[in-house]
């Protein structure tokens, strides 16, 4: 009997943690092709003045966070949808991937205060560092968040066990 306690337990536990996973690794091109909607979705709501965009936008990054890409409807298009289509994948470790969207939900979330705080021209410009950001991941295949990673890592601020793909590489960015 108490071996069925420790199964069903163990178990629930699992369910939990692969409810929270974060695929390691990830296809490159799916990660451009989210962060290139990101930028779709951020530009037309700058352009549009919309604060209920950085709401969106917000809770996309933290979903993504969160759930990996299994509930975002940005990640969910582009893993699923869009990033086979390209027929190529290139594999890159997921612990930077997910470090970057953390960075992103902390920026939209922070805009997305302020703008309901009365200070829309400090969340636009946070919104703008966003777009930045994405576009480099998008179109240049440099993520700005898997660089701040890197940096970190080798500085000894986040331990090599967290990505040990990326401590194997001291010069590593992505």
Do not use: H
């Not at 240049?140 to 890592?153: D, E, P, R």
């Amino acid at each position: 009997m108490g071996n069925g306690r420790r199964e069903e337990t163990a178990g629930t536990a699992s369910r939990a943690t692969d409810l929270f996973a974060f695929p390691n690794p990830v296809n490159e091109y799916a990660a451009r092709i989210t962060a290139g909607l990101v930028v779709v979705l951020a530009i037309a709501t700058l352009l549009g003045g919309f604060g209920w965009g950085l709401v969106l936008i917000a809770a996309g990054f933290w979903l993504r966070v969160l759930f990996g890409p299994r509930v975002s409807p940005l990640a969910i298009l582009s893993v699923k949808v869009l990033a086979p289509r390209l027929g190529r994948v290139k594999l890159v470790p997921g612990p930077p991937k997910r470090f970057a969207q953390g960075i992103g939900a902390g920026l939209t979330t922070a805009a997305a205060v302020l703008y309901f705080a009365g200070a829309a021209p400090a969340a636009w410009v946070l919104l703008g560092l966003l777009i930045a950001a994405a576009s480099l991941e998008a179109f240049a295949g440099f993520c700005l968040g898997c660089a701040i990673f890197g940096f970190l890592q080798r500085r000894g601020l986040v331990p090599d066990d967290v990505c040990e793909a990326c401590s194997n590489v001291p010069s590593r960015t992505a």
